[in-house]
T-cell receptor
Framework: GNSVTQMEGPVTLSEEAFLTINCTYT??????LFWYVQYPGEGLQLLLK?????DKGSNKGFEATYRKETTSFHLEKGSVQVSDSAVYFC??????????FGDGTTLTVKP | DGGITQSPKYLFRKEGQNVTLSCEQN?????MYWYRQDPGQGLRLIYY???????QKGDIAEGYSVSREKKESFPLTVTSAQKNPTAFYLC????????????FGEGSRLTVL
C-alpha cells in the first residue's frame, strides 16, 4: 500500500534559520504530493503541492520539489519566522482518490 | 465565504453514549471525508463518500457510522462500540475523487469522561 514517512520532530529553530523537513513516500502509480500545515486547535490547510515529477510547489516562502528518483518531497524555507510555528504534514494522493498522510512534524520557531 | 463547517468544536460524552458530529460544506464538492487525529500521529481515514447516497469504510471504520443524504452534509456518529473515542475529528472535502487537495474544517474535539 501507499505510505508517507516524515522526519521525526519536534524541530526547534531560531528565527531566520533555514528549515528542511524530510518526506519520502512509497506509492503505486503516479501520486500527487502535498504539504499541509496545521496551526494549534485548527484543521489542516494546504501549503503547497506538486502533481508530477520535477514539479516544484511553492507558497509563502516554502518550497518542495517532487523527486521521483528518490521518492522524496522535502519541505524547505530559507528564513523561518515565529509565525511559521505549526505542525506540517506531508501527504500523497494516488489513483484511488484517498489521501495518505505522514505523522506530522512539529516546528517551533523561537525569536 | 465558502468552506467547511464542523460542529460542535468541543464535545464531552459519557461512556456508552452515541454522539453525532456535524460537517457541512458549501463548496459544491462531490467527495467528503472523516479523519481521526491522535496526538503525535497522522490522520487516519474513518469513512469517505464520493457521491450522495454512497460511502465507503476507511482504515478505522469500526465503531463509527455515517450518512450522505445531501451533497453538502456528511455527519459522523461515534457509537458506544468505539473503544477509544477521545480524539480530534477532522472533516474534509474535495471536488472529486481524482482531484488533488483536501479542504478541511476546523475540527471537533471529542472527550469521553
Amino acid at each position: 500500500g501507499n505510505s508517507v514517512t516524515q522526519m521525526e520532530g519536534p524541530v526547534t529553530l531560531s528565527e531566520e534559520a533555514f528549515l528542511t523537513i524530510n518526506c519520502t513516500y512509497t506509492a503505486t502509480g503516479y501520486p500527487s504530493l502535498f504539504w499541509y500545515v496545521q496551526y494549534p486547535g485548527e484543521g489542516l490547510q494546504l501549503l503547497l503541492k506538486a502533481t508530477k515529477a520535477d514539479d516544484k510547489g511553492s507558497n509563502k516562502g516554502f518550497e518542495a520539489t517532487y523527486r521521483k528518483e528518490t521518492t522524496s518531497f522535502h519541505l524547505e524555507k530559507g528564513s523561518v519566522q515565529v509565525s511559521d510555528s505549526a505542525v506540517y504534514f506531508c501527504a500523497l494522493k494516488a489513483n484511488a482518490g484517498k489521501s495518505t498522510f505522514g505523522d506530522g512534524t512539529t516546528l517551533t520557531v523561537k525569536p | 465565504d465558502g468552506g467547511i463547517t464542523q460542529s460542535p468544536k468541543y464535545l464531552f460524552r459519557k461512556e456508552g453514549q452515541n454522539v453525532t458530529l456535524s460537517c457541512e460544506q458549501n463548496l459544491n464538492h462531490d467527495a467528503m471525508y472523516w479523519y481521526r487525529q491522535d496526538p503525535g500521529q497522522g490522520l487516519r481515514l474513518i469513512y469517505y463518500s464520493q457521491i450522495v447516497n454512497d460511502f465507503q469504510k476507511g482504515d478505522i471504520a469500526e465503531g463509527y457510522s455515517v450518512s450522505r443524504e445531501k451533497k453538502e452534509s456528511f455527519p459522523l456518529t461515534v457509537t458506544s462500540a468505539q473503544k477509544n473515542p477521545t480524539a480530534f475529528y477532522l472533516c474534509a472535502s474535495s471536488p472529486g475523487q481524482d482531484t488533488g487537495e483536501l479542504f478541511f474544517g476546523e475540527g471537533s474535539r471529542l472527550t469521553v469522561l
